[in-house]
Structures are given as C-alpha cells and as structure tokens.
C-alpha cells in the first residue's frame, strides 16, 4: 500500500522523501517534532470536550497542561489479523502500555470520551507503512479503514496535576515544551509479531520533591504508575538527555535529579521494529483527551 503523504491539512501532497527507517541497532532513528507551540493560556480549564472541539478544528500541539484533572490517553490503531498480538503485547508489559480501552474493528468512537471521534479529535497524528512513518495529519479520515482496531493507553500527562498539586516542579510545562522522550536498550516482552525497546519520558526532580514525585504517580498505575528509573541515564542505555527520541530537551535546575517513567510512546517504537503494514498513532506528546476523571484511575 503507497498513500499519498499528507500535510498539515491533511490534503495531500506527493512525495517520497519522508519516510524515516529503523536504525542498524534496531531503534527507531531520532526525529525533529515541530516546534511547541502552547496551545492556548487557558486550556487548562477548557473542558475534555471542549478541548476536541478545538482539535478537530485543526488545533494543533502538546496535550500537557490541557483540561485540568481529565485523563489523557496514547492511540494506537492496527489492523484487526494485528489487534490480538498487540493487545498480549500490552498485556504483557503493563507498564509502557496500560489499556484503558480497545474498540471494536473499524469503530472510531470509545467509551472513555461520549461522541468524540478518534480519527480526527487528536491535535496531530502519524502514519505508518510497513515501520515506517509517512505522515503526520491533523485528521485520519482519509487514511480509516475498516479493519482498524483502536487501543487507548494511560498517559504520565495525566498524574503531572497530582506531581503538580504535591509541590512537583513540572518542567516542560514550565519551559513550554513537549516532554522529553527515549528509546531505552530494555527490550518489552514479545507477543507473537509485536516486539520492541521500552520508552520513557523524562521529568527533571528537585531531590526535595523525589519522594512525592514517586508517591504520587505510584498511585496511578493505570497511566504508568511509579518511575522506571532514577538518575544516571545510562542504566537505560541513554546516552545524552539532551537529544530525546521524542519530543524536546528541557533545561534542568541545580541539582534536580532526571527520573524516567515507562511512556505510551512504546507502541510506537514496537510498530517500527515490528513493521506492521498499516498503523495509525498519535503523534507524541499530542494525546486524546478523555471525559474521564483522573481519581478514577487513582488507587486509594
């Protein structure tokens, strides 16, 4: 299959130049995301419906910060004869890839969000063939098929208001950039066609604030729960924290501590080292805002 790639606009525009591959070792090469752009001073209070509205409009940007207390998922969509080795992946490596949701074939709605749309109530999406990223539309419905099962993931966007409420520096937030996202040299547990690394997404933590911070996002283990890792990045096999995979470098304060949580973006790595023919995800860092409360998610 050879769609055409799609611009911002999601009209079409034809083109072969990119189409970005997996690197020798394995990993999915590092990517430029366009520049952040806050998306609005006040979209902390828009409501989760509100805040689709905007995107289906063709708003555009990171999801962090937006619909305050209001869960937000990571969206992978695969062909149906792909949906049972993605859902034992997920189910096998419950960190990177919680499930908060799995639709029927072909259905674009979800329990999580009444009347919203998957395929156009995300700020951005990506496209992929056989691994390989091809585009990065605004709206899906050109590229929908009926076969799609969709899988929506918790997200660590979702306990950065309980980080924020314990007194946790956010700082991508405060920085007004997307959060800063790795390719680790820890392998997920295989199921059946779909392998692939883990991911994580970085958080610099004053050593004041480590202890709330792991408290914190240990109560939500529905959306990553408790970090991963704490401190020298090479014990992920990271090697420089100033060039994630994903997303943009933030600056750090005097002393604060990286801390590493498991990061929905998994999945897609695990498409670019399984190469899927057909897959649809969000575009990181650019979730789907759902109707659900984050307390829902919250262990007492």
């Known amino acids: 299959m050879n769609r055409p790639i799609a611009t911002q606009d999601s009209r079409p525009l034809l083109t072969e130049d990119y189409r970005p591959t997996l690197t020798r070792d394995g990993r999915p090469p590092r990517t430029e995301d366009r520049p952040v752009t ?3 001073e006040h979209a902390h209070a828009w409501s989760p419906a509100a805040a689709r509205a905007r ?4 708003l555009a940007g990171p999801t962090a910060g937006v619909a305050a207390g209001h869960t937000q998922v990571n969206l992978i969509s695969v062909p149906a004869d792909w949906a049972y080795d993605m859902l034992l992946f997920c189910q096998r490596n419950p960190k990177p890839c919680p499930v908060l949701d799995v639709t029927d074939a072909g259905s674009w709605s979800t329990v999580l969000a009444e009347g919203a749309d998957l395929r156009t109530d995300l700020p951005r ?3 992929w063939e056989d691994g390989e990223l091809v585009a990065e539309p605004t709206d899906v419905r050109a590229y929908w098929r009926e ?10 966007f979702t306990f950065e208001w309980a980080l924020a409420g ?3 520096p956010i700082r991508h937030v405060e920085q007004g950039r997307n959060v800063p996202m790795y390719v680790t040299d820890r392998q997920c547990r295989p199921a059946g066609r779909v392998h692939g690394p883990m991911v994580v997404s970085m958080r610099p933590v004053p050593p004041q604030h480590l202890a709330a911070a792991i408290r914190e996002s240990s109560l939500l283990p529905a959306v990553h729960g408790s970090p991963v890792h704490c401190g020298d990045p090479s014990g992920l096999g990271i090697d420089d924290l100033g060039r994630p995979d994903f997303g943009d470098a933030v600056d750090f304060a005097p002393d604060d501590i990286p801390v590493f949580w498991a990061c929905g973006v998994t999945p ?12 649809l995800t969000h575009a990181p860092g650019q979730m789907f805002l759902t109707d659900a409360r984050d307390e829902q998610y919250r262990v007492a």
């Open 268 to 279: 897609q790595a695990a498409v670019m080292a399984s190469r899927p023919p057909f897959a």
């Open 125 to 127: 999406y990506r496209v």
């Open 55 to 58: 995107f289906r409009a063709g």
């Open 147 to 156: 076969d799609l099962v969709s899988f929506l993931i918790g997200c660590s």
């Open 38 to 40: 806050l998306v609005d």
């Open 166 to 168: 314990a007194g946790v």
